[in-house]
């Protein structure tokens, strides 16, 4: 494989008795299935001769094997023939035969809520008193919320929600801290049929605005701030900003976790945190407009019945990042969002009764709802925490893992490389024999990164899950299974019930073949986006547009010999220089492959000569020093692997680059910075202060 020699190594080969455990083991012994690949062609295409077998016969079948809760039972599996009715437009289109718009389950009641905290909490639930959340702020406070507990505050929130007019088909704005109040203001929405819409907490105000202007909300929910690296981040000030540039909210709802926020005597949650109330100033407050969150939520009755919703009833509306162009509403479904993620926990993830399962993310990106919904569906325990990772030292991840017995660790390789460059000496002084698993997204690995974290994190023991898909499915096209043997850096296959594919430019197939190519979906699933909220049109035009019948994904993808699935970045990030195409993810990996890199960042700019030319940036080890003649070693590296054209035209040290507090590089910024340009809306980044070094590089 041109992108990734020297890594056609198996790395990870689980034993016969951890593979055996495994519950992917358990539903292949189910249905008879001998090995991996007919375990994907069984659940993924329809077999002649087995009856058992494609996409909707998975789909089915699925729910009553996941114990999966509908209210009434559906019609059918799905109606391909079904019209989208998300979002404000008029629908139009002739693709109601496609799997453009499938509509799943058509017929039958469920409600998400019900199934992730409702009958857990029951009398007879051998869950009731089970943690279902365990939190720690940054300062180190810890709270266990029970699934008793939580049904209780979900219901005064949906009580709340119905006081305050809140109807099925309505949107909800949560623009909240990562404090377990978050997760029962989700249930709560979904309890009463209303569209929750989750905004990144760490919005600034502009895309803040965004999302609240193209959502309309009527209701949101927020905080006074929380603790990031030791300091107080207001959020108050920036959501009255965001809702005076927009309008529709009518009624805000303050969260109180720094003890800033107004004093109110409408009585305590039995769930809330402690906190004093003294400075009534220092929060901006809107008499009119504003309440606590005492005294919206704290006083209502705790008990709500959780109303019956047809299966294509929305109940997300989740944005994408918005680092590149306009971001788009995408729509969820309850049954969509429900099916899939308990499907992608239970069996890639392996979830136990025993498990405590932990992802860095934000409330406000998709795999926040994923996490809680995933695990909640079983009954499991989700560990939330606050703040930043390397706060107040670089081995506050690895000391969570150690304190509270975490069994599955998921993050982006960005943030893996940045505490690797810490050394291991923080990982070795922890505990983490807890770990079974580990897990990742975001964006293509290197493979020192990848070994560092199975070895040094994982023990040389824990399959890392490194899984590829979206906010425009709520889970993955590709995810390895647990008790598959990994190389590094792959992500195994496709995921069960999942017909993805590899195409060249034509829409023909190519998977076979070794080469590289566009990463398809040729068909839907349960929760495939219903469609975008601004309409049909930009959703087909989006996804649907460049072949017929195929979801464009837009990520170069590769199969090779032995079968194993590897990504090579974004196929609309590619650098097209003198005619030919690389992804910024080759060339970083190339750079990161030097033991003097811990990571890279690769830019297209002008070039009068190839049209493109490939920049280079670098952060280095801390043992490493910077040279012209590093520097032109890593250069010639690129030049070696990818050809002359692709070698960078300028390499350039820097000590940091520009982050979402996700971990993601934002390319586009570096990009801007280094033409000159204005950068754009930087409001989901984690340091902006790296911008200003980019440019002293430059």
Request: aromatic letters at 10%; glycine letters at 10%.
């Amino acid at each position: 494989m041109d992108s990734y020699e020297g890594i056609d190594e198996v790395v990870h080969e689980p034993t016969e008795a951890f593979a055996e455990s495994t519950n992917v083991a358990a539903f292949m012994r189910e249905y008879g299935i001998d090995d991996y690949e007919e375990l994907i062609e069984r659940t993924t295409s329809e077999v002649p001769g087995e009856p058992e077998s494609g996409v909707d016969w998975f789909w089915d079948e699925i729910v009553d094997y996941l114990d999966l809760d509908f209210y009434t039972d559906y019609d059918a599996v799905r109606d391909g023939a079904a019209r989208s009715s998300a979002g404000n437009q008029t629908q139009s289109g002739d693709d109601a035969d496609g799997p453009q718009f499938s509509d799943w389950y058509p017929g039958g009641e469920v409600n998400v809520a019900h199934n992730v905290v409702d009958r857990h909490a029951t009398v007879s639930s051998p869950n009731r008193n089970r943690v279902a959340l365990l939190w720690e702020g940054e300062p180190g406070d810890v709270r266990e919320i029970t699934y008793y507990e939580l049904r209780r505050q979900s219901d005064r929130v949906a009580n709340y929600l119905t006081e305050a007019g809140i109807e099925t088909g309505d949107t909800v704005g949560l623009y909240m801290p990562m404090v377990p109040e978050v997760v029962s203001i989700l249930y709560g929405c979904l309890k009463v049929g209303a569209i929750a819409v989750p905004i990144f907490s760490g919005f600034g105000r502009k895309a803040t605005a965004t999302r609240i202007d193209d959502g309309e909300p009527s209701v949101l929910f927020t905080g006074d701030g929380f603790y990031r690296r030791g300091d107080e981040v207001r959020l108050k000030g920036t959501a009255d900003e965001a809702v005076a540039d927009t309008g529709h909210v009518e009624e805000v709802v303050v969260y109180d976790r720094l003890g800033a926020t107004p004093a109110s005597d409408g009585g305590a949650d039995d769930t809330e945190a402690d906190g004093g109330v003294d400075d009534v100033d220092s929060v901006p407050w809107n008499d009119d407009r504003d309440r606590t969150w005492t005294e919206a939520v704290g006083s209502q009755p705790s008990t709500y019945e959780t109303k019956r919703l047809p299966s294509d009833q929305e109940s997300l509306l989740l944005y994408s990042s918005g680092t590149t162009g306009e971001p788009k509403g995408i729509v969820h479904t309850h049954a969509g969002v429900l099916t899939q993620c308990a499907k992608e926990i239970h069996f890639g993830f392996d979830q136990k009764p025993a498990d405590r399962f932990f992802w860095v993310s934000d409330i406000g990106w998709m795999m926040g709802p994923w996490t809680l919904i995933g695990n909640h569906a079983f009954g499991g325990t989700v560990v939330m925490y606050e703040g930043a990772p390397d706060h107040p030292e670089p081995d506050r991840f690895w000391e969570l893992i150690d304190r509270h017995s975490i069994t599955q660790f998921g993050i982006s390789p960005t943030a893996i490389r940045a505490l690797r460059k810490h050394g291991d000496e923080w990982v070795e002084a922890h505990d983490l024999s807890s770990l079974r698993i580990l897990g990742s997204t975001g964006e293509p690995w290197d493979p020192q990164s990848w070994r560092w974290f199975y070895e040094a994190v994982g023990g040389g023991e824990c399959p890392i899950i490194n899984i590829s898909g979206g906010t425009e499915i709520c889970g993955c096209f590709l995810m390895p299974m647990p008790n598959q043997p990994l190389k590094p850096c792959t992500l195994g296959g496709p995921g069960l019930g999942m017909d993805i594919d590899i195409v060249d430019e034509t829409g023909a197939s190519i998977r076979e073949s070794g080469e590289r190519g566009y990463l398809v979906a040729r068909d839907s699933c349960p929760s495939m986006t219903k469609s975008l909220w601004s309409g049909d049109e930009r959703y087909l035009e989006e996804y649907w547009s460049t072949w017929p019948d195929l979801w464009d994904h837009g990520d170069f993808a590769q199969k090779d010999a032995d079968g194993f699935w590897f990504l090579h970045g974004r196929a609309d990030d590619a650098l097209n220089v003198a005619g030919r195409k690389v992804g910024p993810a080759e060339i970083e990996g190339v750079l990161i492959d030097h033991g003097a890199v811990n990571q890279a960042a690769a830019v297209g700019v002008p070039d009068d000569t190839t049209g493109t030319a490939v920049v280079a940036y670098v952060v280095l080890e801390p043992d490493a020093e910077p040279s012209d003649d590093l520097r032109e070693e890593l250069r010639a590296l690129v030049g070696d692997e990818h050809g002359k054209p692709f070698r960078p035209r300028e390499l350039l040290f820097v000590d940091a680059f520009p982050k979402t507090q996700s971990g993601k590089i934002i390319r586009r910024a570096i990009g801007s910075v280094y033409n000159g340009e204005d950068p754009g809306d930087l409001s989901s980044m984690e340091n902006p202060e790296a911008l200003d070094a980019l440019r002293d590089a430059a």
